[in-house]
């Protein structure tokens, strides 16, 4: 869903991949902008410090939005803090792939940055996930969260609600819940479904499933996914967008459901989701072909 969205306050956030030289001139190109134009740059504590940047900073509690630049990884990262400050991102890709961000480097950034500033703008809202274990703290992700096993060659029989419904036990490697943002990173990559970011669905994806009939499902974003760990010999573990989040025992269960409220992206660019997915993923090509040229 796309919305008219305006920068609400005289603040706006960055956060940078540091480990990327790109990416931190980038970051202190943006910031001596953002300054000439009258607002505050904020930044999380560790990269203020990190940064040194020469211009007066703050703290993210009053950005009206965050910039995020380096790759997909820096995104995932920055939405976390944007959907606690429930505040729109725009991604800037000083990576590779950029298959989540909307600007290509320092160029792009400079020359749109002045007009989002002072005129409204398009955002687009995406489902995000929100993870408890035994109904306790939340682990907040955008692309997914994932239930497997540790180390271990043997396989763990988790079983698998749906709002309560008892649905299947899988033996496999672990389970996948993606959100349609996710559902072209690590859930394509174990073979579930491409959703469209505009469906209010998650699909769920077993990870090496020890069976000839399982297959990824599909289900409406509002029911509550129930993943619970049967194995008392392998040692199993949460994770979140890609990061590891706790430890579990047996017996435990991890509910997944939708976060409470949407992720915004900023959108400068018409939204072409399947020509984005042919430019990046390159789906339609030809390995054959693109190895002749």
């Known amino acids: 869903m796309i ?122 809202s995406r489902i995000a ?3 408890r274990v035994n109904g306790n703290e939340p682990q907040f992700a955008l692309n997914e969260v994932v239930v497997r096993k540790g180390a271990s060659s043997r396989l763990v029989p988790f079983g698998l609600w749906l709002s309560g419904e008892k649905v299947v036990d899988i033996p496999a490697d672990g389970v996948i819940v993606a959100s349609p943002t996710g559902s072209t990173a690590y859930s394509l990559s174990a073979g579930g479904p491409i959703i469209a970011p505009g469906v209010d669905a998650f699909c769920i994806v077993p990870l090496l499933p020890h069976t000839l009939f399982s297959r990824p499902l599909v289900v409406n974003a509002a029911e509550r996914v129930r993943i619970r760990v049967d194995s008392t010999l392998v040692h199993t573990n949460l994770e979140a967008d890609g990061a590891f989040a706790r430890d579990l025992s047996p017996g435990d269960s991890v509910e997944v459901e939708r976060y409470r409220r949407p992720v915004r992206f900023v959108r400068v660019k018409p939204v072409r989701f399947f020509s984005l997915i042919e430019q990046k993923l390159h789906w339609g090509h030809s390995i054959k072909e693109e190895g002749r040229h």
């Open 129 to 131: 996930l929100e993870a």
């Open 3 to 124: 919305d008219r969205c305006v920068v609400a306050t005289r603040t706006i956030g960055l956060y940078i991949d540091l480990h990327r030289p790109h990416a931190r001139e980038t970051a202190r190109e943006a910031a001596h902008l953002v300054h000439e134009h009258g607002f505050t740059v904020a930044l999380p504590e560790v990269q203020r410090a990190q940064l040194e940047l020469d211009v007066p900073t703050g703290g993210l509690d009053e950005a009206a939005m965050l910039i995020s630049i380096g790759g997909d990884g820096t995104l995932l990262r920055t939405a976390r803090l944007a959907a606690a400050h429930d505040v729109p991102i725009l991604g800037v890709n000083t990576g590779r792939l950029g298959f989540l961000t909307e600007l290509e480097g320092a160029e792009e950034l400079l020359a749109y940055l002045p007009n989002l500033l002072h005129d409204a703008f398009d955002c687009e």
